[in-house]
Every structure is written in structure tokens, then in C-alpha cells.
């Protein structure tokens, strides 16, 4: 099959210098690189900073909402006119949440996550040297680092950065005098998003290209790990799903620039009624959703292919259920298509199709139960490891649980009149896919840190970082639930002008102090990360005992990934436990004629001649058995 | 690997030092030029200072109780005994957060739980708030028996060198069961939720006892009731003006007798109408008391159609809050005001509802009378303007 011919240009693992004058500079190797490797941790690094910023908003509006009639002098000190008289003032709030959310969402759990290890395993985990087009790899991260950078800047604009929440919603978004955020701000955030839905296309284009073409000698799609399937499911919901937010978001660059009103119609603003007519807001909704519920499960899936993977290996199990869990897989990737209405129940739009979403969103509940009752099939009688990865991967099961659950609520468009827009849906959307993503993100951190850096994380600081984390987030997240049933709206500014909501004010000084907490969790993680890349214990090749094809790679990092042959691959990614084999765990390059002790009929399904020789084999056994 | 001799190198940590310096000169330059010049700066450094030094401690401590562990470890380990069992420590503290976890999730839906709305004050809202109890009740199951299943095979399994997993990789019969046994209680779900939201939001008899319009920017909310021939004059929102806020349309008869109100005011057991419109961006009407909810869309009016049951009257002895009143407020950002957007919305008798009515001062002000003369420019219109009014009045 497919192996790349590779230029051996010499390895780049010299302590001193960077002057090397021919093909690996300094630029080439550190900088511009096109090795999927390096680009990976690129994205990594990149996605943590990223993490690291808006985790430090939400501190800053947890702050707000707990003290809201304090003054904090340094506020002042660190957002000058942002936060006068030591509060935050009102629109920068609206911005904190909606920078919190856009990088979040776009930056830290679609590019951190999938950037990170699609790039890392697609080509490690199928048996390939590189990328189908490493170039473009490349680009796809410098668009995504100036997309950032972009995005970051609008904190210097005078007016503020973009505040119309990270939906972005006209007539507020395309109106630049309905609020300071929607001038300048919005302008970067727009600039920022459509430069990052290029990189999303072409990092996307690739790790489909690369999954579909550029496998090794006997990787079928059936023998592929579940990481791979998923970053693969969610490079093509990507490459389906971002082209419409484009094109939502030129309309909105042309209603706000071109005096077009594809958006906007019938508006009095600031006692001047505007010439738009004939536009719908509703239309942006459509489109913005459109993409944006496949985002969600761009956000979670690849978080549940690492952790199925995980929880594998740590369990010393195979997984359960392998091919429901590529079925429920491509069942959620296909359905994610027709919810999106049910961000839209009580918007104005039919009824009647509000009724058909609820449907349709009910329905991926069941592909969702189906992975999570495996998960937890797969934990029963396993021989379970406590690393921290795999502590991880339960807490992404834990949150998935959580938050999933809740969705039965708002997925049910009687049930939203009442919920949409409240608290609950910050708790919900903050388990499911914030929490059970960063999670599995997390997981995958720990788990493939040898793989990228070439050195072992410390593990005590890992159980460290995960507990606090993980107790955290439960204690943040759980209580709003209950500021939702009693209709407490999201995005409020302080609640002090409603007597009703008084009363949730000590809950919203606990949940502050609680996210602080797992804030400076996350300082044991930066510090953790930081030292081992550098000063950590040096990795041996497989340090997991994993079955997967990227351990079989050296450890010394190579353009090219192998050298010499890439290994051939005979058998799936989860012989783990197998009865019968002297170790736990068979690699899937390991050919079952070096495992005959081990083998069973099922493994030699689509395979007569191996089914031949296995019974000759166990035939043979029998026949010495009665001999002794 | 080259980035290591650039963080090692002392150059770095002196340019870091120097950075450093310059920082922290530019940070107390900063205050002096912002609003905080009058704050006692002196005091809000030590502030800080003293966090920094709580974690600086905190990490310490961290740091100590790691090298214990380490040196704890490695002597066992030098005597020929195992180092610690992180497995089992691991193990054990899923168990322990199993149990406390459980515990805190029944403090939090006990505790916390209480505090959510009284009971609905509409009649749809009880179908609405039956179907969360069925959902909560469900869910919570699941809930209650994954997360125990979780947690509870962490522990259990925990890992040994003395065992090995249980080589199980598919079971096709418990995969049927556990596809077919969520797909039948989804199906239940979906099947009641589809009846109850069809008969909350599609109705043969859209036209409601009382039309009340509703109209939403930014930051407040217009409420304009029809006058005793119960109908609102139609709108178009090139008629605005300073006094015709809602550019009502004043060729349409029916505008004349309209009215102008500061709360909404609703009889209790009546078909109420409320037409939602939004003048600038998107708000939305919540009432969560009623269930009731909507976007107010620019360009799309929308209404939303219940019956109050209970007066806020009675509402006060319920909740047993003498300050009690039912909100009307937004729930869709909408701008820096969005937090506060609120009306107060009263549920009264028929006999007071007639009474209050009564008194609402007319939608057409005198100040709007003088300015439709004004603005019909041509003196024809003007006059026939003038002659309906005065046959309307």
C-alpha cells in the first residue's frame, strides 16, 4: 500500500546550535515546520495559552458575579477604562463571556483539541510518514495562531472587544451602535473567525485525505483505533459544517459594511429608524447553527475517541463494543446535522418544525447512552491503572454523564420555554461538551506527552491537578443547574436588581471560589507540563504496554516517523488481556502466526487461510494434549 | 534540544529579571493615568500580595508533601518493598468520591432544589412542569446507577499484578438491550414532550380573550393594550416618532382607543394573547412563572397565548412572600442594559382588571395629537386626519 517516499534530511537532535545550512534550519524545524509532530505540539501550546486566557476571563466575570457591588482596585489596574472604579463595567462583562465563550468553544477545543491530535495520531496511529500535504498542514496552524492573535487583539481596541455573546446573534452583531462590542470588536471577531475557518478546512481536507489514502499495509478502516475514527468523523463534520458559518458570517460582514439587510429589517435604533427591510434574524440562526451543533460534537467527539483509547489501554481491556462504538460514532456525526433547530425552539421559528428537532435531538440520545454504557462495560473486570490520563478519561465518562442527562431536559422544546437561556443551559453545555471535552483533551495530554516530548510527566502532580480539577468543576457547575429551574437568565450582569434573584448570591460567591480553585488547579498542570518538557523522566518506547502503531515509532522524533519499513499491521488495536498470551497486551504489528497460543476463530472472520491454519494448529495441540 | 539551552541560559534570566522590572514600573504607572488614581494603592498591592504569598505557601506545601511521598517511596523501595500502591490510593479515592459525590448531589437537589419556581401560574404550565418531574425522575436513575457503576468498577477493579482483565470484547445481546431500552424511554419522552409542546404553541383559536401587545428594545419594554373595541391598531415602524414610540398607525381605526401601560396587567383565567415585537435587536419575553416564553424578533412579530390561574394575590400566600410579584424580563442578550430589562406583571380579578383598565391613560397623547397635525404637511390631509379623529372621539 501507501508509503511515502521521504527525503532523509539529517535528524535534528543536536544540543548545540540551530546553524544547520541545509534543509533543517532553525526556521524550518522550529518554526515553519511541516512535520505533523512538531505542528501538533505547535497546536498544543498554542491551545493550552489559549485555555489559559480564557479560563482567566471566566475568573474575572466570576468575580463580577459574586461581588457585584465590590470594588477591586486592581481590576482597574489590569483593564483601565474596561473596568472603572474597580468594577467591570457592564459591556466589557458582555465581552468577558463572549471572548470566554469564542475561544473556548472555537480556539482551545476545536483547533487545541483536534489540532493537537489529529495531527499527533492520524499519521502516528494509520502508519504513515506525514501528512497527505504537509504544507498546508503548516498553513492550517499559522492561520489558526493569526486567527488567535487577532482575536486577542480586539482587548486593545478602545471600544472593546466583540460582546454580542460567542453566537453572535444580528441585529446586535451587525448593528455597530446597539453596543461598543459590535464596532471595532466585532469587526476582529469576524476577521478572527473566517481566517480560522481556513485553517479548520485545511487541517480538515487533510486529516481526511491522510486517513482515507495514506493507511499502511493492512490498516483497514476496521482496524483503525477509535482516536483515529473519531478525529477522522470530525475532520469531515468540520469540512461539512464551517463553509455554512462562512457564508453566515459574509452576509453579517456585508450587512455591516454593504448596507445589505439579510439579517435586519423593521429597526428603530438610538430614535432613528434604520432603512433596513425585508431581512430575518432567524436566517443567521439557521446558518449559525447549522455549523454551530455539529461544532459541539466537533468538540466532543475527538474528546471521546482519546478517552475510549485510554480507557482501553488503562484497563487493560479491549474496548467493548468496537464496532457500536464506530456505528454510534458515524449515527451521532450524521444526526448532529438535523438538530440545530433545537437552539432555536422558542425564536419565533414554526412551531411545527420545532416539534421535528425535538425529535430528531432526542434520537442521538441513544448513539450517546450506547457509548457510554460501553465505556463503563469496558471498565467491568479490567485490571484498572490509575495514571493520570486514565483518571481523566473516567472524569470525561463522569461529566459526559452529567451533562448528557440534562440535555433530555432542553432537547425537549416543551421543557426549553421554560429553561432556554437560563442557567441550565450554562450548567448543561459546561459539563457535556466543556468540561467531558477539556477532560478528554486532558486525558490525551498525559497520555501521549512521551510520544510528543519524549519524557514522562510527573504522576502525583497529575492526581493532584486532576482532583481539584475534576471536584471543581462538579461544585461550579452543579448548582446552576437550580439557578436555571428558577429561571435565572444567563449573561446577567449582576443579579441585584431582582429581589427573586438575591438570594443566589452566597451560591454565586461559592461557585467563584470554587472556580479559583480549579483555576489554580490548573497552575499544578502549566508547571507540570513545563518542567517535563524539559526535566522530566526520560520515556521508554512504550511506556503504556500499548497495542497502538505510533509506540512502535522511536522514541528520537524523525521526519518520517519510522525508520526503514513502516511496520505492517495484522490484527486491531484492542488484543489487550488476551487469554492465552504470556504478556497483556498484543501490538497490532504482531502477525498471528507469532501469537498462535492466543488466537481465536473470531479473530480469522474474513480470513479462510488463517482459519485453516488455526484449527491445524489447535488440532495439533489437541492431538499432544492426548498424546501426554 | 534547542530550546533548552535557550531557557537555561543565564542571559534569558537576567533579560527575565530586567522584564520583570520594567513591568512592575509600568504597572504602577498605569493606576496614576486611570480612574483609580484616588484608590490607596499602597493597600491594594499588599492585597495582592498577600494572595500571591497564600499560594506561594499553598505551592510549598504541595511541594513538601510531594518530596515526603518521593523519599517515602524510594526507602520502601530500597528495603525491598513495594513503593506506594497508587492504584489502591487511586481506587479508594473514586470510592470516596463516589459516596461523596452522591451525598453532595442529594444536598444540592434537596437544599438548592427547593429554591426553584412555585408552582406554574398558567394552565399549560402544569402539563410542562409534570413532564420535567417525569424527565428528573428518569434521568436521575441513570444517573444514579452509571455514576455508581463508574466509580464503583474503578474501585472495585482497581489495578494488581496478580490479575489480569477479562478478556470481554463485545456481547451482542447486552449491546441489543442497552440500545433498545434507551430508544423505548427517548420514545416515550419524545412522544409526550411532541403533544405537549403542540398544544402549548399551536392553537386553532390564535385570537386570545385580551391582545396585549408587548414591544421590547433596548432597554425596556412598551405595553400597549386595545381599548374597548378590543383590537390593536396595526403598526409600521417608519411612523416613529418621539411621541409614537411603536409607530402605531393612526389610518388604522382601531389605533384610537388604545392604551398605554406601565405593568402588565392580566385577568386571572383569561385567554391572554401577547404579541411579541422587538424594535432594535432580539430580546425576549420570559415569564417564568407562567412558562411563558419567546423571542422578540426585529422583523418577525411572534405571540405567545396562555391563561394566568393564579392572582399574584394568591401567589404572595404561596410562596408565603408578602414582596412577592410575577416578572416579566428579558432573556436574550440584548446589550449592556440586558440585565435589567424587567416589568412587574400582575394577575388580578376580573373586577379589578375592569377597574385598573379604566384608568390607563390612551395610547394617543396630546403631545402625539399635535405632532400628526404637524406632520401632515398637505392641509387636506390634515384636515380629514382632524375630522376622523374628532368622529372617533
Known sequence: MSTLAVHDHGVVHHEDGHEHHHKATFLNTYVFSQDHKYIAKQFLVTGIIMAFIAMSLSILFRIQLAYPEKSFPFLTTLLGHFAPNGRISADFYMSLVTIHGTIMVFFVLTAGLSGTFANLLIPLQVGARDMASPFVNMLSYWFFLMASIVMLSSFFVQSGPASGGWTIYPPLSALPKSMPGSGMGMTLWLVSMVMFIASQLMGGINYISTVLNMRTKGMDLWKMPLTVWALFLTAVLGVLSFPVLVAGVVLLIFDRSAGTSFYLSDIILNNQVQPYEGGSPILFQHLFWFLGHPEVYIVIMPAMGLSSEVLAVNSRKPIFGYHAMVYSLIGISVLSFIVWGHHMFVTGMNPFLGGVFMITTLIIAVPSAVKTFNWLATLWRGNIRFTPAMLFAIGMVSFFISGGLTGIFLGNAALDINLHDTYFVVAHFHLVMGSAAIFGMLAGVYHWFPKMFRRMMDERLGYLHFWLTFIGAYLVFFPMHFMGLEGVPRRYYAFTEFESMKHWLTVNVFITWSAIMAGIAQLAFAYNFIHSIFWGKKTVQNPWNSNTLEWTAPIEHHHGNWIGEIPTVYRWPYDYSKPGHDEDFIPQHIPFSQTMSSNLPHDFEDNPGGLAEHTKWTDAQKANEAVK | ?393
Open chain 2, 1 to 393: 534540544m534547542g530550546f533548552k539551552h535557550l531557557i537555561t541560559s543565564k542571559k534569558t534570566l537576567s533579560l527575565f529579571a530586567a522584564f520583570v522590572l520594567f513591568g512592575t514600573n509600568l504597572m504602577a504607572q498605569t493606576p496614576a493615568q486611570g480612574d483609580a488614581a484616588t484608590v490607596d494603592k499602597g493597600a491594594m498591592w499588599t492585597g495582592i500580595a498577600y494572595y500571591v504569598l497564600l499560594f506561594l505557601v499553598a505551592s510549598v506545601c504541595v511541594a513538601i508533601v510531594g518530596k515526603i511521598l518521593r523519599v517515602y517511596d524510594l526507602t520502601q523501595k530500597m528495603q525491598g518493598k513495594k513503593g506506594i500502591n497508587w492504584n489502591g490510593v487511586m481506587g479508594i479515592c473514586c470510592a470516596i468520591f463516589l459516596v461523596a459525590g452522591m451525598y453532595g448531589a442529594y444536598w444540592s437537589l434537596t437544599v438548592q432544589g427547593s429554591m426553584k419556581l412555585p408552582e406554574p401560574a398558567s394552565a399549560h404550565g402544569g402539563s410542562i412542569d409534570d413532564m420535567f418531574t417525569t424527565t428528573t425522575i428518569l434521568t436521575l436513575i441513570v444517573f444514579v446507577i452509571t455514576q455508581i457503576c463508574l466509580f464503583g468498577f474503578a474501585f472495585v477493579y482497581r489495578g494488581s499484578d496478580k490479575r489480569k482483565a477479562h478478556f470481554l470484547p463485545h456481547n451482542n445481546t447486552i449491546e441489543k438491550v442497552w440500545t433498545i431500552i434507551p430508544a423505548i424511554v427517548l420514545t416515550i419522552l419524545v412522544v409526550f414532550g411532541f403533544f405537549t409542546w403542540q398544544r402549548v404553541m399551536t392553537s386553532t383559536e390564535v385570537k386570545g380573550d385580551i391582545n396585549i401587545d408587548v414591544t421590547g428594545h433596548q432597554f425596556a419594554w412598551e405595553i400597549r393594550y386595545p381599548g374597548a373595541d378590543g383590537k390593536l391598531g396595526s403598526t409600521n415602524f417608519r411612523l416613529f416618532t418621539a411621541a409614537n414610540k411603536l409607530g402605531v398607525d393612526f389610518k388604522d381605526r382601531n389605533s384610537f382607543d388604545d392604551l398605554s401601560a406601565d405593568t402588565l396587567v392580566l385577568p386571572v383565567n383569561k385567554s391572554i394573547r401577547i404579541n411579541i415585537h422587538a424594535q432594535d435587536v432580539i430580546h425576549s419575553l420570559y415569564m417564568p412563572h407562567f412558562r411563558v416564553q419567546l423571542n422578540a424578533v426585529p422583523g418577525l412579530p411572534t405571540y405567545f397565548k396562555f391563561v394566568p390561574t393564579i392572582t399574584t394575590a394568591k401567589m404572595k400566600m404561596i410562596t408565603g412572600n408578602a414582596n412577592f410579584e410575577y416578572l416579566l424580563y428579558c432573556n436574550k442578550i440584548c446589550g449592556s442594559g440586558h440585565w435589567n430589562m424587567q416589568k412587574v406583571v400582575r394577575v388580578v380579578s376580573q373586577a379589578e382588571y375592569q377597574d385598573w383598565i379604566a384608568k390607563q391613560k390612551p395610547y394617543l397623547s396630546d403631545q402625539l395629537r399635535k405632532e400628526l397635525h404637524f406632520a401632515d404637511s398637505k392641509p387636506a390631509n390634515q384636515v380629514s386626519a382632524s375630522n376622523r379623529l374628532a368622529v372617533n372621539n
